[in-house]
Each structure stands twice: as structure tokens, then as C-alpha cells.
């Protein structure tokens, strides 16, 4: 097995499903000690026993990022059992309902903000205070919040809004040896992309095909390693070429 995160405690948000649980299976690989914290519980466990199923370490803990107490107490189950945080993943997003700003409903508007802009928030504020030697924070964010994209107004919106959060932590977090890196991840084939047309993503991809989850975990598995060392603020496309 490699180690390069041998021992290595890391928080992954959303980490029962499509890029999340990718992530949690391959910091697992690397000999990290995952917890996966996600609103919807029982799929966290279901992703956490297939881990230990492999003779990894994984758990899962209850956690929805809309809810500043309830990151904390995720965050705090793992000090109380881990000691403290080496990796945060700030993962946990949805995509909302697909409509022209003309037809956006504010309620969407907030549901969206809620998870994916304040949830990054919280998860960056409460990781940090719990890496007392440093550490590492990776967000997903998306190519979405690089350029416009139609019918994805809010999302494109609190996308961006992760990238300028990431490079602010960076900047305020550097003194305490935590880096903060953001990765924008094209079409990834997962249950986020169920309502849109495969075909039509595909002929818009240089690469010719829709991503796969993993092909995410392996920048996070690097930005999380000793190789990334110097690396901090910086946004990492993985796209197959359509921001290009
Ligand atoms: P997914 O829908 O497969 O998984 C999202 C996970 O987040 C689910 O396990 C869900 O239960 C969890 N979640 C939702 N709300 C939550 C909350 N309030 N608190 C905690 N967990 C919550 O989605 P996917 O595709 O794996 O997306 C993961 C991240 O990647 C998101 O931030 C998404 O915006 C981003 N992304 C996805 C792309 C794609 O093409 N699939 C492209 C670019 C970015």
C-alpha cells in the first residue's frame, strides 16, 4: 500500500456519493484516516464500510454544512477521537434547478448559497481552528465559477465565490502552515449529472468523454501530499479541456 498520508486525519464533507466518496476512497488508499461527514448519514455509512471493507480506515459522521453547529460538532467528534485535523475537503455541493436568471427562484438562490458557499465557509473557519500544527484544505469547486454557464446561475455564482474565498484563507492561513487550494472539476460522471443530456456535455469536452470521480481524488491525494508543499492559493482544473 502507499503511505504518502499514512495517518494523516481527513475530513471529507458530501462524502457519500459521486466526488466526495471518490476522494474518501482514495485518501483511505493512501493510508489516511477518513471520516466522512454527510447530511445524509446512512449513506456515509454505507461509503465508510466499504472502505473498512478493504481493510482501510474510514468512519462517518453526520454532518450538513448549511449548519454552523452541526460542522463544528463534526469537527469536534474528530479532535475528540483524532486529536486534531490534518485535511479538510470541502466537497459537499449541489447543483440546484436548472433555469435562466430570468426564471431563478430566490429560494433557490439560498438553498444553493447555503450549501455551497456557507458550508465552504464554515468548513473553512472550523477545519483551521482544529489544525493546530498546520495542515491542508482542499475545496471543490467547479468551471462553473470560472466562466458563465447557462442555466446555472447560482451555482456558477457561489462557485466563483469558493475560488476568491479559497485565495483569501490562503493568504490569512499561510502563517499558521495551512494550505489552501480549491480544484475545478469539469463534467464528472456522478448523480449531479442525472438531469442533463450526456451526449450534449460529451461534444462540448476537448477530451471527448465525461470525467471520472476519481480522476478528481488524484489532485486531492496530491495536493494533500508532501509534494504539494509549496503549493497554496492555487485553483486546479480538471476538466478535459472545456475551459480551456
Ligand atoms: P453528488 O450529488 O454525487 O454528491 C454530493 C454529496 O453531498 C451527497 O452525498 C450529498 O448527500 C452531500 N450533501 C448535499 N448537501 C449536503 C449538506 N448540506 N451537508 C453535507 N453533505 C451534503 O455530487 P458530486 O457530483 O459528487 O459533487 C461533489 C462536488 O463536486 C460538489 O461541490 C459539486 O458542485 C462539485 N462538482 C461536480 C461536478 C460534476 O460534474 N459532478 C462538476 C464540478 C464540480
Known amino acids: 500500500m502507499n503511505t504518502e498520508l499514512?495517518?494523516?486525519?481527513?475530513?471529507?464533507?458530501?462524502?457519500?456519493?459521486?466526488?466526495?466518496?471518490?476522494?474518501?476512497?482514495?485518501?483511505a488508499a493512501e493510508g489516511a484516516r477518513v471520516i466522512i461527514g454527510d447530511v445524509d448519514a446512512a449513506a456515509g455509512q454505507t461509503a465508510a464500510t466499504e472502505i473498512t471493507g478493504r481493510g482501510l480506515h474510514a468512519r462517518a459522521v453526520h454532518c450538513d454544512v448549511t449548519k454552523e453547529s452541526s460542522v463544528v460538532d463534526a469537527i469536534a467528534n474528530v479532535r475528540a477521537t483524532e486529536g486534531a485535523l490534518d485535511l479538510m475537503v470541502n466537497n459537499a455541493g449541489i447543483g440546484g434547478a436548472l433555469a435562466p436568471l430570468?426564471?431563478?427562484q430566490a429560494d433557490d438562490?439560498?438553498?444553493?448559497?447555503?450549501?455551497?458557499?456557507?458550508?465552504?465557509?464554515?468548513?473553512i473557519k472550523h477545519a483551521a481552528n482544529a489544525m493546530?500544527?498546520?495542515?491542508?484544505?482542499?475545496?471543490?469547486?467547479?468551471?462553473?465559477?470560472?466562466?458563465?454557464?447557462?442555466?446555472?446561475?447560482?451555482?456558477?455564482?457561489?462557485?466563483?465565490?469558493?475560488?476568491?474565498l479559497t485565495q483569501t484563507a490562503a493568504l490569512e492561513l499561510a502563517k499558521q502552515h495551512i494550505r489552501v487550494n480549491a480544484?475545478?472539476?469539469?463534467w464528472i460522471d456522478t448523480p449531479m449529472l442525472q438531469d442533463l443530456e450526456r451526449a450534449r456535455l460529451v461534444r462540448q469536452i476537448p477530451l471527448g468523454r465525461i470525467g471520472e470521480p476519481a480522476e478528481v481524488a488524484g489532485l486531492v491525494v496530491y495536493l494533500a501530499s508532501s509534494a504539494a508543499a509549496f503549493v497554496t492559493g492555487s485553483i486546479l482544473r480538471v476538466d478535459g479541456g472545456i475551459a480551456s
Do not use: E
Not at 7 to 26: D, F, P, Q
Open 132 to 164: 493546530p500544527d498546520g495542515g491542508c484544505i482542499v475545496n471543490i469547486a467547479s468551471i462553473a465559477g470560472l466562466r458563465g454557464s447557462s442555466l446555472l446561475g447560482p451555482y456558477g455564482a457561489t462557485k466563483a465565490a469558493v475560488i476568491q
Open 183 to 186: 480544484i475545478c472539476p469539469g
Open 6 to 27: 499514512d495517518g494523516k486525519r481527513a475530513l471529507v464533507t458530501g462524502g457519500a456519493s459521486g466526488i466526495g466518496r471518490a476522494i474518501a476512497n482514495a485518501l
Open 102 to 104: 430570468t426564471r431563478s
Open 109 to 123: 438562490w439560498d438553498r444553493v448559497y447555503a450549501v455551497n458557499l456557507r458550508g465552504v465557509f464554515f468548513g
